[in-house]
């Protein structure tokens, strides 16, 4: 008797691995499924008793058919029995695998052919707490979802090794480096410093879309000893916030901080190379008291011989530029005077570990870029010192992070005066001083600045060019995840940083959000920290 | 036009040929070519039958294939399979499909494929022998057997009102099928289950060489109906009716898709009430809209992807075969002596 049998007309054909390689796995799911770029998937290898973890990349319709236009023939409104030969063929960037031990480990091997893919739980993440760091900024994403319980959090000992933030505007970033402060203050392993010339960062500014007021770091309360502001704003405002009254005196400035706020011809860079080590105040007071109208008897009328001797060379009007703009930085800063500094104080707070505020709303981007390349000179000549001088180990050394808001200005290709930064960048994580580079053009951003970074939050970034530059930096591989960048929406942020094995999606925390859960957590008795004992 | 020693170029032949064939062609489809179809087979507009497509009950499909596997000079080694598949609410209710079939051709006095195969499908020896002398008929014989099999186990499966569908004639090619095509069309009966066979490509002509379903297309168009239609035909008007003995249908022309072209020569068990003719093309009319085939019952083409052997699976018994001559201690000479020729061999150049 001949057999005749029912096949069965369930499909076990869909969601198990058919290919390709260590470095890309597909499979096929029915094509009426649900899945997104982004989704991170478990594909479980019975025989090798591995579980491996991949991130969906892209999807694409196939089907069994040997005719490529069978979907776009006329009268094609009507088919039956799809499922079985049309299908979404998966692309999955593998992320590495969980031994038998529980162990993570790289991607070095392929999982046994015809593996089951599954949606994975948050159980199947545990072994990532164990390699998540002290900055928490977020929970991981997982396509469309997240993944409540996996906490995304960057390692402290890394941010000195500088971190880069890429979004385009409205993505994110202000947030983002929000919930990245108050975990600061609250880890407090290092000292973060923000110049804020948009006056939100310390209370907030304008309304949340639901139509809440947003916040800022002084509402975390709990956190409020790792957080020191100083600001250019009235009395009202410094009691409310507990803030600092901000100024710079004479002696904070340096004459390559003109090269940052003022394009100069051969000749003015000459001026500004040859007065590059002359006390600020000296600096001022020269120009101020000095007129170039005459171009041979200002320098016998001056009293300031040794400055006259160095630059007597140069024609009066080079020297009356100068005149002109040092005396556009005294008058534009309210707070540059003569004697009188807060660096003092802000040193000692990065050097307590406490994200520092630089508030100076309404002031320009002159001003703000005058207050950063200040400090960001003072902080390297320190820790620079400081590790020549005591020889410091790794384990002592004081270790800062400064901010950049629109790096491209000081940190492009082809930028000119902007040494401090590139120093910082280039050497600064030898002597502990880190940079934070904020931008939304990293395009424009000088490729060996980003070789540097060694953390990436890379938020929305529309522009292919953005994304490529992103992408060939980056320490770990972002180019297959593409698509998932450019699909981000506002508030997400792909992170690939040292320490967490593979790049992670993750959704920022909403600061105010995240606040108000910190404030939650119980606080520290008052006495913590004090001798209990005679 | 000659060349200089007054023989025709190489390229002038086949022009030549090419020319005669076209006019040929074109004298097979002149220009009042449905009158002709009309006054000759006395077709009038009423012989039309619109029907309205419907889907309703279980339609079900049988389909057959056959590959030779491996040939030598005496004797072939062949697969063969087939498949039913029914569907019901849209979509497909059961798909059954026998194994694949392995057997010998041009050795049936020694070896008894085909009787052996009839015997275990039918219960019965084989009225007629299946001759030696043609290796690809005697592969299609047996997997007709095969086919007639699994319609008689889908006909049981089916209830009253159901529809049968076959690939291919109410009319088999070898004599020992055709009791058991009767049995399949009182089986049908008996159960009142619909039965109809579809033939994809017809060789039935009228008027002294006309292709039949072109000439039922151009007619229906020239009066303006609209597919879906079924023509029946008198027979006897046509050019000729091979193995008439061995016929069990009526011939009608059935076109199920009004935006599709095509038309199909359709039998079903003679004599045909004319409502049975109706309800059976309304049936497949009511499975003939899917966008791949749109025209053709769907049910048809996924039996037939079911059945069909490719050339992997015939790769696989290739490989299957030299494994077990291998484990039989006949090593790769012995196979390549059997069945290697210099086909296999030109056909990589």
Known sequence: MVNLNDTDLSDPSKYRLIGDSVLTYRFAIPYQESLFVGDILKITDREKDLTFLAKVTDLLHESNFEDEKWDRRPHTEQFYGLSEDVYLVVEALPLGFVDGRGVFRRPRTVPTKFSRVELPEARDFAFLQQVMGDIQVGVMKTGQGVLKDVRVALHSRVMPQHMGVFATTGM??????????????????????????????????????????????????????????????????????????????????????????????????????????????????????????????????????????????????????????????????????????????????????????????????????????????????????????????????????????????????????????RECAMEGRKFGVGLCVVTQQPKNIDPRVLAQLNTYVVMGLSDRGDRDMVAGHAKQDLSRMDTEIQTLEPGEAIISTLGIPFPVSTRIHLFEEYVQDLNRETKKPINEGLETRF | MTAGNGRRTDRDEYRRDLSTLVERIRSLNPPDLASRFAAHCGILAGSYQQVTPVQEGTVAAVDGSNAVVVESGSFSIAAVRAAACGFSDGARAFRSVTPLRLATLGREAQDRSFADLYQECF??????????????????????????????????????????????????????????????????????????????????????????????????????????????????????????????????????????????????????????????????????????????PYPLLDVHRTARIRADAVQQVKNDLMAGMGGAGLDLSRFRNLFGDYHGELERY
Request: charged residues 25%.
């Open chain 1, 172 to 421: 994110g970033k202000s947030n983002f480096m929000k919930v990245f402060c108050a975990s600061s203050m609250k880890a407090r392993q290092f000292g973060l410093l923000l110049v804020d010339p948009h006056g939100e960062y310390v209370a907030g500014k304008g309304t949340l879309a639901g139509g809440q007021p947003s916040r800022g770091l002084a509402h975390y309360q709990a956190g409020r000893d790792g957080l020191a502001l100083f600001t250019i704003r009235d009395e009202a405002f410094r009691k409310t916030y507990s803030a600092h009254h901000l100024f710079l005196e004479h002696d904070d400035f340096r004459a390559p901080d003109l090269l940052l706020l003022f394009d100069h011809s051969p000749a003015q860079r000459e001026v500004i190379e040859i007065l590059e080590d002359t006390r600020g105040s000296e600096l001022v007071r020269f120009f101020r008291t000095t007129e170039f109208d005459d171009e041979k008897a200002w320098a016998a009328a001056t009293p300031h011989r040794d400055l006259a001797r160095r630059l007597q060379q140069f024609s009066a009007s080079t020297l009356s530029v100068m005149k002109r703009r040092i005396e556009i930085l005294a008058r534009n800063n309210p707070f540059l005077r003569e004697k009188g500094s807060s660096v003092p104080e802000i040193l000692k707070a990065l050097s307590e570990n406490r994200v520092v505020v630089i508030d100076i709303p309404n002031l320009g981007e002159r001003s703000e870029l005058f207050v950063l390349s200040v400090l960001a000179r003072t902080i390297l000549n320190r820790h620079r010192g400081e590790a020549r001088g005591w020889g410091m180990e790794d384990a002592d050394r004081q270790e800062v992070l400064i901010t950049i808001e629109e790096a491209q200005r000081v940190l492009g290709s082809g930028s000119t005066g902007t040494q401090v930064f």
């Open chain 2, 123 to 296: 219960g019965a020896e084989p009225e007629t022998r299946l001759s030696d002398e043609d290796p690809d008929r005697a592969a299609a014989v047996l997997r007709d057997t095969l086919e007639y099999w699994v319609a008689l186990q889908a006909a049981e499966r089916l209830s009253a009102g159901n529809l049968l569908v076959l690939d291919g004639a109410l009319r088999v090619s070898h004599a020992s099928h055709d009791p058991v095509l009767v049995r399949l069309m009182k089986t049908c009966a008996k159960r009142r289950v619909h039965l109809v066979a579809v033939t994809k490509r017809t060789a039935a002509t009228w008027g002294g060489g006309f292709p039949l379903v072109p000439a039922a297309v151009a007619l229906a168009a020239s009066l303006s109906i609209p597919p879906p239609w079924v023509l029946p035909m008198d027979e006897s008007r046509l050019d000729t009716t091979r193995f008439s003995q061995w016929k069990h249908g009526a011939l009608c022309i059935a076109a199920l898709h009004p935006r599709s072209p095509l038309a199909f020569k359709i039998e079903v068990p003679a004599p045909a009430d004319q409502a049975e003719v109706r309800r059976i093309v309304s049936l497949l009319a009511g499975w003939s809209d899917d966008g791949r085939v749109t025209g053709y």
